[in-house]
Nanobody, 124 residues
Framework: QVQLVESGGGLVQAGGSLTLSCAAS????????MGWFRQAPGKEREFVAH????????YYADSVKGRFTISRDNAKNTVYLQMNSLKPEDTAVYYC?????????????????WGQGTRVTVSS
């Protein structure tokens, strides 16, 4: 079992930056692929990014490519999402995700484990 706890959300002006963190419990964290999803008000949850167990092969949704960076520190059981050049359309609740596999491919629509979410609001 893996428990995920996000932090780092908040209010930021357009063009600003935020870094989200996701702390994971469980001895198997380092063997799982990790990622982020988001859900904007009135919309379905959507994939944002994922990263393999080793920190390689990051993959991003087109809407965040070039602005967001996913990374992980297996020694700290933590995955990060560095968000730059934020836009009002990035406003959403951001969820940390974990899969019981070392690698993910493409744009997943679900996850084996979820965090409780952290809210990001980007003002124009």
């Amino acid at each position: 079992q893996v428990q995920l706890v996000e932090s780092g959300g908040g209010l930021v002006q357009a063009g600003g930056s935020l870094t989200l963190s996701c702390a994971a419990s469980g001895r198997t964290f380092s063997s799982y692929a990790m990622g982020w999803f988001r859900q904007a008000p009135g919309k379905e949850r959507e994939f944002v990014a994922h990263i393999s167990w080793s920190g390689g092969t990051p993959y991003y949704a087109d809407s965040v490519k070039g602005r967001f960076t996913i990374s992980r520190d297996n020694a700290k059981n933590t995955v990060y999402l560095q968000m730059n050049s934020l836009k009002p359309e990035d406003t959403a609740v951001y969820y940390c995700a974990a899969w019981r596999t070392a690698f993910m491919f493409g744009r997943p629509t679900n996850s084996d484990y979820w965090g409780q979410g952290t809210r990001v609001t980007v003002s124009s």
